[in-house]
């Protein structure tokens, strides 16, 4: 089914409903921001960086003239821009579903976040962590009314004995480290599920294989040819950007949804519209990740 036919189809109108979104200037974030406007939502785009923030602003106009977009400055490899967050929302009374979907895949090794965490571990899970921390509050008053993460069809090959190894050091290759980022985001979930119980909903997601600026981007270390290569091998195997957003989208809106899990139903899972399975809770699958936590 074609991504427009899906959106008409498929959800409800989302008239009165906020969205909040982490990296909404491209890929998934800037998709799942057009579908919540296509269907009437409000969104905040949370980006880093504020030229290319109001650049997709313009796009998402142009698609959604009427559209109602708010841009809020969010660096999630920051954790003082991260703590600035709540302050910059807190005129919102309710938000519907905060997706944290920020997140980079192969950059420079050696290369760190401000409070010198390794960067894709750093920004990918310590940096969602500090941002939930910095939620709190207004999720304990009611604002947030869903946590929506995005995890990645490699959580799989990121299981780790010892996840605070990759904290501070960079340990084997850039895709282990991604891996083990995005397997952390997902037994995070888990335990939010248990942890903010009553308090808020909390759902996961991946996208699967989609063609976005993921190999390419601010910080990546791949060679120009190897971006052109990676971009035509997601443009080819993969779904589009706006088809896969589809699984944050539904993340953000199924109901009632805690612990649901959204990711492409077809070719392993990597490309077709959204499927849904429930995630079942055992305890020893973030027993390790608990204690990892500590050393943060
Ligand atoms: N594409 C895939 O096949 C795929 C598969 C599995 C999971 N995912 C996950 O999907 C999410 C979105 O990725 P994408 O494919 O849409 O890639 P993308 O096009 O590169 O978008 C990533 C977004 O995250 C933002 N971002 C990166 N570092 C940030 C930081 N420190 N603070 C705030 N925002 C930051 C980027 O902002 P800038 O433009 O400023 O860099 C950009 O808006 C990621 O979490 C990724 O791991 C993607």
């Known amino acids: 089914m074609k991504y427009l036919d899906y959106v008409e189809k498929n959800l409800p109108s989302l008239e009165g409903k906020r969205y909040l979104v982490t990296g909404a200037n491209s890929g998934l974030g800037f998709s799942a921001c057009k579908t919540f406007l296509l269907k009437g939502a409000s969104v905040i785009m949370a980006c880093r960086n504020l030229e290319r923030a109001q650049i997709a602003k313009q796009k998402l106009l142009e698609?959604?003239?009427h559209g109602n977009i708010d841009i809020v400055q969010f660096d999630q490899a920051d954790?003082?821009?991260?703590?600035?967050?709540?302050?910059?929302?807190?005129?919102?009374?309710?938000?519907?579903?905060?997706?944290?979907?920020?997140?980079?895949?192969?950059?420079?090794?050696?290369?760190?976040?401000k409070q010198g965490y390794s960067l894709t571990v750093g920004t990918n899970f310590v940096g969602l962590y500090f941002t939930v921390e910095a939620l709190k509050k207004m999720i304990k008053d009611g604002k947030i009314k869903r946590l929506v993460l995005v995890t990645s069809c490699v959580t799989h090959f990121?299981?780790?004995?010892?996840?605070?190894?990759?904290?501070?050091?960079?340990?084997?290759?850039?895709?282990?480290?991604?891996?083990?980022?995005?397997?952390m985001i997902y037994e995070y979930?888990?335990?939010?599920?248990?942890?903010?119980?009553?308090?808020?909903?909390?759902?996961?997601?991946?996208?699967?294989?989609?063609?976005?600026?993921?190999?390419g981007g601010q910080s990546t270390s791949f060679s120009k040819r190897f971006q052109l290569a990676g971009k035509r091998f997601m443009h080819r195997f993969g779904n589009?950007?706006?088809?896969?957003?589809?699984?944050?989208?539904?993340?953000?809106v199924k109901s009632p949804a805690?612990?649901?899990?959204?990711?492409?139903?077809?070719?392993?899972?990597?490309?077709?519209?959204?499927?849904?399975?429930?995630?079942?809770?055992n305890e020893k699958k973030y027993a390790r990740l608990l204690k990892s936590l500590s050393h943060l």
């Open 158 to 183: 990121g299981r780790s004995r010892h996840y605070e190894k990759y904290f501070k050091k960079w340990h084997r290759s850039a895709f282990k480290q991604y891996a083990v980022s995005k397997r």
């Open 258 to 281: 805690n612990l649901g899990y959204f990711y492409p139903k077809h070719f392993f899972h990597i490309r077709g519209i959204p499927k849904e399975k429930r995630l079942h809770l």
């Open 79 to 113: 954790k003082e821009s991260i703590d600035s967050l709540p302050k910059q929302i807190e005129k919102y009374e309710h938000i519907d579903a905060v997706v944290l979907n920020a997140g980079i895949f192969h950059p420079d090794k050696n290369l760190f976040t």
């Open 240 to 252: 589009s950007s706006d088809k896969s957003s589809l699984c944050l989208v539904l993340a953000s």
């Open 189 to 215: 979930g888990l335990y939010l599920s248990t942890a903010l119980f009553g308090q808020t909903e909390v759902t996961l997601c991946h996208p699967g294989l989609a063609s976005t600026n993921i190999v």
């Open 63 to 65: 698609i959604v003239p």
